[in-house]
């Protein structure tokens, strides 16, 4: 595949080893410092698009794959208060999109287990949950992607609680998250239930980036040539 790259940062760069790595061709890259290259034309030549970047251009980015037809698999997080606007117009225009907060598939098992766990915990009274997320001091939104939809499946699932929060809780029906940013932390994951007598932990703890990029990868291989829009649910069948 042609591919292009939407945010060449870090991960980025990742993602650009993993492409060659697999046969690929990063056909397309784009920064900063050359975002005016970000067009319909340019992207025509490509097979996919893969964007890790801000949300405060991560819908606009959007809007130009739809425009060049070109399947856009988006990690950035931190605005899916649009994701309806953009649903709308993937369909409007027959695109094809793939998102996820996390790409990792270890971080999607988490998930699934989460979910699990929760409607189990539902009959034990005992027990109450909280989250804790740990990320690199470069990461600026939060809590992350990865912590919301966590408590967004707590939430759909066990029955005590009904809202999440960061960091302080006034009410026993909200679900605290408790955020820290420390220095070179990939990301990590932590969910508590705990009783007076005893606590289950479910975490997941990144090591690099890697398992991020190649999660991102897989996507881009999968989604190539299908129409709609998709979640690593679809691709991992779960």
Request: aromatic share 8%; net charge negative; glycine share 6%.
């Amino acid at each position: 595949m042609k591919v292009a790259i939407i945010g060449y940062g870090k991960m980025g760069k990742t993602i650009e080893q993993i492409l060659l790595d697999r046969g690929h061709t990063v056909h397309l890259k784009i920064n900063q410092d050359n975002r005016e290259d970000l067009t319909v034309s340019n992207l025509k030549s490509c097979d996919v698009a893969i964007e890790f970047t801000q949300p405060s251009s991560a819908i606009e980015n959007y809007f130009v794959c739809f425009n060049a037809q070109v399947p856009v698999i988006s990690g950035t997080t931190g605005w899916l208060h649009d994701l309806e606007k953009v649903k709308a117009q993937l369909q409007v225009q027959n695109a094809t999109m793939f998102y996820a907060p996390n790409f990792s598939i270890g971080v999607n098992i988490f998930f699934k287990i989460n979910a699990l766990l929760a409607k189990i915990m539902n009959g034990q009274a005992a027990y109450h949950v909280e989250m804790e997320e740990i990320h690199h001091t470069e990461k600026l939104d939060s809590p992350s992607g990865t912590a919301i939809r966590t408590a967004e499946i707590i939430l759909q699932n066990l029955d005590s609680k009904n809202a999440w929060v960061e960091n302080v809780k006034s009410d026993e029906s909200e679900l605290l998250i408790k955020v820290k940013r420390e220095d070179k932390v990939p990301g990590t994951h932590k969910v508590d239930y705990l009783s007076e007598e005893d606590k289950i932990s479910i975490s997941h703890t990144a090591f690099s980036r890697k398992g991020f990029a190649l999660g991102a990868v897989l996507a881009a291989e999968w989604v190539y040539q299908k129409k709609g829009y998709y979640t690593m649910d679809d691709m991992l069948n779960l």
